[in-house]
């Protein structure tokens, strides 16, 4: 697949795909499509997904309406109370949640959510944008399983600009109004499977749908591009190790197709040797990055293979935020591979993640020594990755899932 192909498939998919939407859909099928022209049949496996539809979301402060958009499966219902914008989590200033409608900084983690919660909160704000940019753009968020666990406060997002607004002319008093219909919907992995000589294989990733802003060309049709580029390679060329890959459905509302995946093949998962993970390639400018959450001699093995093949990589030992994540938590090592651009010059979760960030020939290049290396696995006598999660980084998945508190 050369850099023109690659970026008529970024022109072909340049909408927004959000997790259980039929763009979503639209997108898998789209994929599917794409398998069966390079000549691999690839099939669609739908999962159950949370999903809504809003019908009222208001926000009112003092008397003046702010332009919001109210958390999808945070149930319905009206309520007013003092604003109180949370600024630190220390202990008294949680103590001061009680009864009031609070604002916080960046996103509604399980962590903070359960904290408002515990300590009297009756509905919440959240914020996102840029100040310095022209827009008043507003993603649309929700309330995740997960997070709530059916303890649920009503909540909006708002921009940046109207936040700061809410702060600068102190704020006293808050209504936020919601309905919506919630329901189950579903969303889709779509599944390739190359068999090799053995029945051992190594799993590629990565996630197709997008945030509610975004046609998320970068994050992550990039990577999705990159494994369908990948398995046309070795669809052609043999392999000792089978290969599966996995084009993920709302990764970006709590990698769930990749937790749906292994929930669903969790007896499969017993023949997997290593997953390969790519979130965020080809992009115009950054680095380009492998993350590893296995043992720390895989990380020193990335190093050496980039100055083998002079390709800059920077590897690290770590959780990544991604499709990896699942299959780590299984005890299966993990490398996630990305090219992360400054702030600056590349954004994702907003309306400037699209084709003009991405270049075709960078697209090459990164999939090429993703190529090189997968070969090396794929074909390995033995995969040299050790079958075993670290004791750090069980530490630290415990922490990136919710299970343990992260106490630094």
Same mark, same amino acid.
């Given at each position: 697949m050369n850099a023109k192909e690659m970026m008529k498939i970024f022109e072909d998919t340049a909408y927004v795909r959000m997790g259980g939407s039929a763009e979503e859909?639209?997108? %898998?099928?789209?994929?599917?499509?794409?398998?069966?022209?390079?000549?691999?049949?690839?099939?669609?496996?739908?999962?159950?997904?949370?999903?809504a539809t809003m019908e009222r979301a208001t926000l009112t402060v003092d008397g003046?309406?702010?332009?919001?958009?109210?958390?999808?499966?945070?149930?319905?219902?009206?309520?007013?109370?003092?604003?109180?914008?949370?600024?630190?989590?220390?202990?008294?200033?949680?103590?001061?949640?009680?009864?009031?409608?609070?604002?916080?900084?960046?996103?509604?983690?399980?962590?903070?959510?359960?904290?408002?919660?515990q300590n009297g909160?009756?509905?919440?704000?959240t914020y996102d944008g840029d100040a310095n940019y022209a827009d008043c753009d507003i993603d649309q968020r929700e309330l995740r399983t997960y997070v709530s666990k059916g303890n649920k406060l009503l909540g909006v997002n708002i921009n940046a600009k109207s936040a700061i607004e809410l702060i600068r002319t102190?704020?006293?008093? %808050?209504?936020?109004?919601?309905?919506?219909?919630?329901?189950?919907g579903k969303s889709h992995n779509v599944v390739l499977d190359l068999p090799g000589e053995i029945p051992e294989y190594i799993v590629l990733t990565a996630h197709y749908?997008?945030?509610?802003l975004s046609?998320? %060309?970068?994050?992550?049709?990039?990577?999705?591009v990159g494994i369908l580029a990948i398995a046309e390679h070795f669809a052609k060329n043999p392999?000792?190790?089978g290969m599966r890959f996995i084009w993920c459905g709302s990764e970006e509302r709590g990698l769930l197709g990749a937790k749906a995946y292994c929930a669903a093949h969790e007896e499969e998962l017993k023949n997997v040797v290593m997953n390969i993970n790519l979130d965020m390639i080809g992009c115009i400018m950054g680095k380009f990055i492998a993350c590893a959450t296995a043992e720390e001699a895989m990380v020193q093995?990335?190093?050496?293979?980039?100055?083998?093949?002079?390709?800059?990589?920077?590897?690290?030992?770590?959780?990544?935020?991604s499709d990896s994540t699942p299959f780590a938590d299984k005890g299966i090592p993990a490398v996630s591979f990305a090219r992360v651009a400054p702030r600056s010059t590349a954004t994702i979760h907003n309306s400037y993640d699209t084709i003009a960030v991405m270049k075709g020939e960078q697209m090459e290049q990164d999939v090429q020594f993703i190529i090189a290396f997968t070969e090396r696995m794929v074909n390995a006598k033995r995969c040299p990755v050790a079958r075993e999660m670290p004791g750090n980084m069980k530490e630290k998945l415990d922490n990136y899932l919710g299970r343990k508190r992260d106490k630094t």
């Open positions: 859909l639209r997108a %898998a099928e789209y994929l599917q499509g794409y398998c069966k022209q390079l000549g691999m049949d690839a099939t669609i496996e739908a999962f159950d997904v949370d999903m003046r309406e702010i332009p919001c958009k109210g958390y999808f499966c945070a149930g319905s219902g009206e309520v007013e109370a003092p604003f109180y914008y949370l600024r630190s989590t220390d202990a008294y200033s949680l103590s001061l949640c009680k009864g009031k409608i609070v604002m916080v900084d960046g996103y509604m983690g399980y962590w903070l959510y359960q904290d408002i919660l909160a009756v509905g919440f704000i102190d704020a006293k008093t %808050a209504r936020i109004s919601l309905s919506q219909r919630e329901y189950m749908d997008s945030t509610s046609n998320g %060309a970068y994050d992550n049709m990039s990577g999705s392999h000792r190790y093995y990335l190093k050496y293979f980039s100055s083998e093949t002079g390709f800059g990589v920077s590897a690290y030992q770590d959780v990544y935020s």
